[in-house]
């Protein structure tokens, strides 16, 4: 079955850059996804990334995909406090109904 | 952009009582929607795909007659969480995929339920 790995915790200075990681297995993923978690609150979509693609930038965030690795990255520039939070990848297969796997999640702290 | 609400977002209820949790896509319709249990510190696992007028798809290990879903129309699927007991209390996350209508081809989450059950 589909595997979705992530790093459990992150700690940057606000003003760097963060770099989540997250590695998948399943190679017939149509769509790749970054989410975004506050405590308490449903999931956020922040960007993705489509399998034929290697990389994908949006204002601060770029994500890179190595397709070869089947490896996944969310890079946040100039990090703000206000990015503190979990962020979840996801992978999807083939069909507009097809369900998601989420990574293990990677909670993100940023500190002054 | 697409929404998706949920109600209540917070239950506390007695074990052995049902508890019926709603979510509705506010501005698309949605002939699927998925339900997802997330325990503290833990990342989302899929519970079910609910398909508007057929029977709910039940991941491995979820028991369908303790996990009601009804997708009683193209915006609304509900869980009863019936005879609740204390391992049940849980964070319920919905969500709906909008169709390639809303773009891009992902799913929007609801705000999530908290169910504790005493």
């Known amino acids: 079955g589909e595997d979705v790995e992530q790093s459990l915790f992150l700690s940057v200075r606000e003003g760097d850059s963060s770099v989540i990681n997250c590695t998948y297995t399943?190679?017939?993923?149509?769509?790749l996804y970054w989410y975004k978690q506050e405590p308490g609150a449903g999931l956020q979509l922040l960007t993705y990334?489509?399998?034929?693609?290697d990389m994908k930038q949006d204002q601060r965030l770029t994500v890179l995909l190595n397709k070869k690795d089947k490896h996944l990255s969310l890079r946040i520039a100039d990090t703000q406090t206000g990015d503190s939070a979990i962020y979840f990848c996801?992978?999807?297969?083939?069909?507009?109904?097809?369900?998601?796997?989420f990574g293990t999640g990677t909670r993100l702290q940023v500190t002054l | 952009g697409a929404v998706v609400s949920q109600h209540p977002s917070r239950v506390i209820c007695k074990s052995g009582t049902s508890v019926k949790i709603e979510c509705r896509s506010l501005?698309?319709?949605?002939?699927?929607m998925f339900w997802y249990r997330q325990f503290p510190k833990q990342s989302l696992m899929l519970m079910a795909t609910s398909n508007e007028g057929s029977k709910a798809t039940y991941e491995q290990g979820v028991e369908k007659d303790k996990f009601l879903i009804n997708h009683a129309s193209l915006t609304l699927s509900t869980l009863t969480v019936t005879s609740a007991h204390p391992e049940d209390s849980s964070f319920y996350i919905c969500s709906a995929p909008p169709g390639l209508a809303g773009g891009i081809d992902t799913q929007y989450f609801g705000p999530g339920t908290r169910l504790t059950v005493l």
């Open positions: 990334i489509f399998s034929n693609m």
């Open positions: 399943d190679s017939s993923s149509t769509y």
């Open positions: 501005d698309f319709q949605a002939t699927t």
């Open positions: 996801a992978e999807k297969g083939t069909g507009t109904a097809s369900k998601l796997t």
